[in-house]
C-alpha cells in the first residue's frame, strides 16, 4: 500500500498510520523481488492491460478465462487476489445465455417428431437451435443452425448480433432454398419464443 500510494502521500506519514517502520519499509523496497513476486507482477501487468481493453468491465473469470487462452498456468484464485490488491474489479451484469422456459407451441402445430430422432432419408426431419460464440473479450455473436437428422449436415444457418426471430428465420429459409424436394418436412425446435413467432410459423407453414 504504501509503495503504491508514495507519490500521493509522504512515506514518513504512512508509515506511522499504517505502524510500520520507514526503516523496514525501505529495505523491503531495496530487496530484489523473489521469483513469485515477479511472475505475479508480469501476471498484473497483464490483467492491467486486458481489464482496461474491456473498458473495466471484465471481471477476474472472464480475465482468468483469457489468460488461459494465452497459455497461461495459473488460478482463478491468484488472479482474483492480484485484481482484488490492485482494487480492479468487473462490473456484474445479468447472465444473458441462460436457458429460457419453452414457449406456448401454437394450436396449430403438432409435435411431429415425438423424441423419434430416426430419419430413413435426407431432408424429412430437421432440428434447430440456437448458440452463443464469443469472439473477442466481451463481444459475442448468435448462431441458429438446422441441421439433417438423416446426414447429420448442417442445412441452414445464419449468425448475428442479437438473438430474435429474424435469426432463425434466416437459417430456415436456407435449409429451405437448398432442397432438391418439395416435400414436407418436419422441423423441430425447443419451442423458443424465437421458434415460435408468427414469421417462422408462416415461413414454414405446412412443412413442419
Same mark, same amino acid.
Given at each position: 500500500?504504501?509503495?503504491?500510494?508514495?507519490?500521493?502521500?509522504?512515506?514518513?506519514?504512512?508509515?506511522?498510520?499504517?505502524?510500520?517502520?520507514?526503516?523496514?519499509?525501505?529495505?523491503?523496497?531495496?530487496?530484489?523481488?523473489?521469483?513469485?513476486?515477479?511472475?505475479?507482477?508480469?501476471?498484473?501487468?497483464?490483467?492491467?492491460?486486458?481489464?482496461?481493453?474491456?473498458?473495466?468491465?471484465?471481471?477476474?473469470?472472464?480475465?482468468?478465462?483469457?489468460?488461459?487462452?494465452?497459455?497461461?498456468?495459473?488460478?482463478?484464485?491468484?488472479? +482474483?487476489?492480484?485484481? *482484488? @490488491?490492485?482494487?480492479?474489479?468487473? %462490473?456484474?451484469?445479468?447472465?444473458?445465455?441462460?436457458?429460457?422456459? /419453452?414457449?406456448?407451441?401454437?394450436?396449430?402445430?403438432?409435435?411431429?417428431?415425438?423424441?423419434?430422432?430416426?430419419?430413413?432419408?435426407?431432408?424429412?426431419?430437421?432440428?434447430?437451435?440456437?448458440?452463443?460464440?464469443?469472439?473477442?473479450?466481451?463481444?459475442?455473436?448468435?448462431?441458429?443452425?438446422?441441421?439433417d437428422l438423416h446426414s447429420g449436415i448442417v442445412v441452414g444457418w445464419s449468425m448475428s448480433r442479437c438473438q430474435n426471430r429474424q435469426l432463425v428465420l434466416q437459417a430456415v429459409?436456407? +435449409?429451405?432454398?437448398? *432442397? @432438391?424436394?418439395?416435400?414436407?418436412? %418436419?422441423?423441430?425446435?425447443?419451442?423458443?419464443?424465437?421458434?415460435? /413467432?408468427?414469421?417462422?410459423?408462416?415461413?414454414?407453414?405446412?412443412t413442419t
Amino acid at each position: 500500500m504504501i509503495e503504491r500510494c508514495r507519490e500521493a502521500f509522504p512515506v514518513r506519514l504512512m508509515c506511522r498510520c499504517l505502524h510500520v517502520s520507514p526503516s523496514g519499509y525501505y529495505g523491503w523496497r531495496g530487496r530484489p523481488l523473489s521469483p513469485r513476486a515477479r511472475e505475479n507482477q508480469r501476471l498484473l501487468d497483464r490483467i492491467r492491460v486486458l481489464h482496461a481493453e474491456s473498458d473495466g468491465v471484465l471481471g477476474a473469470p472472464r480475465i482468468w478465462d483469457d489468460l488461459r487462452e494465452e497459455g497461461e498456468q495459473c488460478s482463478l484464485n491468484r488472479i +482474483a487476489r492480484l485484481m *482484488r @490488491d490492485d482494487a480492479l474489479q468487473g %462490473i456484474p451484469c445479468k447472465k444473458k445465455h441462460r436457458s429460457k422456459p /419453452s414457449g406456448t407451441r401454437p394450436a396449430d402445430i403438432e409435435n411431429h417428431l415425438a423424441r423419434n430422432f430416426a430419419a430413413d432419408e435426407s431432408n424429412t426431419k430437421w432440428v434447430t437451435d440456437i448458440t452463443y460464440i464469443r469472439i473477442a473479450g466481451s463481444l459475442w455473436l448468435y448462431l441458429c443452425v438446422v441441421v439433417d437428422l438423416h446426414s447429420g449436415i448442417v442445412v441452414g444457418w445464419s449468425m448475428s448480433r442479437c438473438q430474435n426471430r429474424q435469426l432463425v428465420l434466416q437459417a430456415v429459409l436456407m +435449409a429451405l432454398w437448398q *432442397r @432438391d424436394s418439395r416435400k414436407p418436412v %418436419i422441423l423441430h425446435s425447443d419451442r423458443g419464443c424465437q421458434f415460435t /413467432s408468427d414469421s417462422i410459423s408462416a415461413s414454414s407453414r405446412g412443412t413442419t
